[in-house]
């Protein structure tokens, strides 16, 4: 954990290149101490049917999940999470400055009980 997830309308395929934005934002979760790096993931899924307010194909939007594990203090999640939407609006500033966009963020803590997973990528960055 954590994990980036950005769903995005189909006509903004051509305006976006994600990996800078993955980079800015694993740079900083890692920076915090709270996310060790070997769990850190992104991953972008371009939505082809869509609908935004009344229909205008010009119309476009981008939503932003952050699942996080369970534990951190709310006053680190709340941080983050305005940092984390901070860093997506900048990212996103030559799409809003020329055309209309939603753009929406939600952090989500998943239930201890309920997650799981396995992961043999800690161990590289055990020494950084």
Excluded at 12 to 33: A, C, I, M, N
């Amino acid at each position: 954990m954590p994990h980036f997830i950005v769903e995005y309308s189909g006509n903004l395929h051509d305006r976006l290149e994600f990996q800078s934005l993955f980079s800015r934002l694993h740079e900083y979760v890692v920076s915090t101490g709270a996310f060790p790096i070997g769990g850190v993931r992104s991953r972008a899924i371009r939505c082809d049917d869509f609908r935004v307010a009344d229909g205008r194909e010009d119309f476009s939007f981008l939503n932003l999940t952050l699942k996080i594990g369970h534990g951190r203090d709310m006053d680190l999640k709340k941080e983050v999470a305005e940092r984390v939407f901070d860093i997506l609006c900048d990212w996103m500033k030559p799409v809003t400055d020329t055309s209309y966009c939603q753009i929406s963020f939600e952090m989500t803590e998943l239930d201890p009980v309920l997650k799981f997973n396995r992961n043999n990528i800690h161990p590289l960055f055990a020494d950084t």
